[in-house]
Structures are given as structure tokens and as C-alpha cells.
């Protein structure tokens, strides 16, 4: 059973290489361009073009919470909005919750902290009574 367990763990590599092609399909998705994609990783536009290039990279432990945040945000708002569209877009709506002062959650995402990327997540976790 040991054996069955550890050969079903995924490498560091894999993880990144999975993680940095969903990141793809979500910024796809939320229409982000590239100065918004390397602001929202943490990273310089050299490295992402690197990535781009290689289908995959070492990345940083910042940027690896950064992925987690930024799919988890995008599955919470698949949950929360059926409708794909509107849940993709909600990203760059503006938002009167004082949160975000008006702005879009995409604005305060990019701040370029990670903070930020915590805090939209955790506001969407608990619209999705995950938080309380």
C-alpha cells in the first residue's frame, strides 16, 4: 500500500507545469494581458516568456502561493456564478464593496502583493459560506 501511495504523489515539476498551463487557460479566460499575467504571478516578463517558451519552469515558493490563490479564486467564482461568462468577467467589474473601494477585484489582485490575491480569495470564499 506504501508503495501504491507514493507513486501517486506528484512532482514539484509537474505541479508547475499543471499549474502554469492553468494559469494560462485563466487568463485567457479573464481577457488579462501579459503585463497583468507577470504582476499577478510575481515574476519578470523574462521568466514568463521563459515559461511560455518551455512549457514550464522552477518557480519560487511566492509563486507557487500566488497559483494556489489565483485557482482558487477562479474556482470560487465557477461556483458562485453558473454562467462561465459573467463569472469570468467578474474579475475586471467594478465592485462597490468597500473592499475594493469601487474598483475591480482585478485591481486590487494587482497590487503586486500577495496579500491582496489572500484577501479577494478569502472574500470570495466566504460569499461561498466557507469563511466565517
Not at 500500500?1 to 494560462?24: C, D, K, N, W, Y
Not at 463569472?87 to 467594478?94: E, L
Not at 466566504?126 to 469563511?131: E, V
Amino acid at each position: 500500500m506504501l508503495h501504491l501511495v507514493s507513486s501517486q504523489r506528484i512532482s514539484r515539476q509537474e505541479m508547475t507545469r499543471v499549474g502554469l498551463q492553468t494559469f494560462a487557460n485563466i487568463a485567457r479566460d479573464w481577457g488579462l494581458n501579459i503585463d497583468e499575467q507577470v504582476c499577478l504571478l510575481g515574476i519578470p516578463r523574462s521568466t514568463y516568456f521563459k515559461w511560455r517558451e518551455e512549457g514550464s519552469g522552477r518557480i519560487s515558493h511566492d509563486t507557487l502561493e500566488r497559483l494556489s490563490y489565483l485557482l482558487g479564486i477562479y474556482k470560487a467564482l465557477q461556483i458562485l456564478i453558473p454562467d462561465p461568462t459573467l463569472a469570468d468577467s467578474w474579475v475586471k467589474r467594478p465592485n462597490k464593496d468597500p473592499l475594493f473601494g469601487g474598483g475591480s477585484a482585478l485591481d486590487r489582485m494587482l497590487s503586486g502583493n500577495v496579500a491582496d490575491l489572500y484577501v479577494v480569495r478569502q472574500y470570495l470564499d466566504s460569499r461561498r459560506g466557507g469563511w466565517n
